[in-house]
């Protein structure tokens, strides 16, 4: 398989990776709306919480680039189940605890007013991102332990920081293994998806992040080696079973018999990008045509300018009579591959 690691990893840092500038960005939006609740919180007389808790893909780093800035940042926040009692001695339902926090953000600041969401408090920003406010109460139990539930339909236990940390674990437990791609990998992911607007009903990005962890299993070194690994290793395990169990919370499902047909579509998706990356088998697959397979699998223009240098190249050596080499990896089923460069492992997302 022709060699396109860089062009796959300059892909990656120039048009998914979020920069340094949007990373700052979305901290600031964070910490401020984290001061906006307290100091509404503080205003209406109501309790204040005991923390604050980012979730999601901001906290995993595996946020990627938004065209129109439609950032989801969820930054759930805790308060003591003693303080959400009332003056008659009556704890808050979830539904008041939420209407609360809503209360306390909805500052008269925003175009679009606070909105009461099943799950959160969501807070929409004019020029593109939103904000997600879990709402957690916690009890300390008879051995000592902080238990947590969440402000949903009704109160139910939870664990705001579980997800983060199963995340940590996973990476660092890959990382150890010699396989530093996996943020890599499931950003790469996501942009698949995100480029193709037509497959409106495809998985979440913690849906992706855990078929990732399932299926991300060996390292080749060459991002490209191990982003196709993974697609086609994925696929398989679609084909064998679409459903997805929350990797925290016991006996609940990410993807269930009501919500397969989202990772019906992601299978139909990754089929046809394993035929697409099927023709780089070929030995004589040249340069610009595995750049083209590489263009149709992100749905993106960033190969363009490669594809015509490439044809460019390969044109001079025809003339020159020179054949055009193919690199070919060594004999192995396409599987996953985590970072190449050895100075990779240690930087941060």
Partial sequence: MTDCDKD????????VRLTEDQKKKLR????ANRDRLRRGLKKNGDPAPVKSVIQGSYAMGTVIQEPKSAYDIDDGVVFTAKSL???KGASKT???ARKMVRNAVNDGSFKTDPEIKANCVRVYYDDGPHVDIPVYRSTTDWSGNDKY???????KESDPEGANRWFRV???????AGMVHSRELIRLLKAICKNRPSYTTLPSGFVLTVLVQECYQSSDGRLDIELRELIEAIHRRLENNLMVAHPVVFGEWLIDQDTKHRNEKLRELLGRLVETLVALDRPNCTRSETLKAWKKVFSTDFFDQRIADAEEEERRRTAVGVATPAVISAPKSYGYSEES???RRNRQP
């Avoid at 996973?170 to 150890?176: E, P, Y």
Wanted: with cysteine.
């Fill in 8 to 15: 796959v990893r300059a892909y990656h840092d120039e048009r």
């Fill in 28 to 31: 600031d939006r964070r910490d």
């Fill in 85 to 87: 009692i009332g003056p």
């Fill in 94 to 96: 979830a539904l008041d």
């Fill in 149 to 155: 539930e969440l402000a949903s339909v009704d109160w």
């Fill in 170 to 176: 996973w990476v660092t437990n890959k990382t150890a």
């Fill in 341 to 343: 460069c050895h100075d």
